[in-house]
């Protein structure tokens, strides 16, 4: 009853191994793809917003309010990341 049970942990081990090789094979394969598809990715987040913000007057009208908010957000997140550190 053991063998069985071990023969099939050894072929879970050798499938996760060969996942992980074809995982990876991808990433070192094309990295100029990924690199274009992520910055592409962010782009479009970035234009997204731009798209939004430009139509809430206020933002429109002082733009010095979503500056700040950025700025504010921009430290708080900094001063969070070094009290989980």
Known sequence: ???????????????AQNLN???????????LLFTLL???GVVAVLYGFEGIISRIKLFVNNPIIPLLFGLGLLIFT????KKLD
């Open 78 to 81: 900094g001063t969070l990341y």
């Open 38 to 40: 992520g910055t592409f």
């Open 21 to 31: 090789r074809k995982k990876e094979g991808v990433f070192e394969r094309f990295p």
């Open 1 to 15: 009853m053991v063998k069985p049970i071990r023969a099939l942990k050894d072929k879970e081990k050798a499938v």
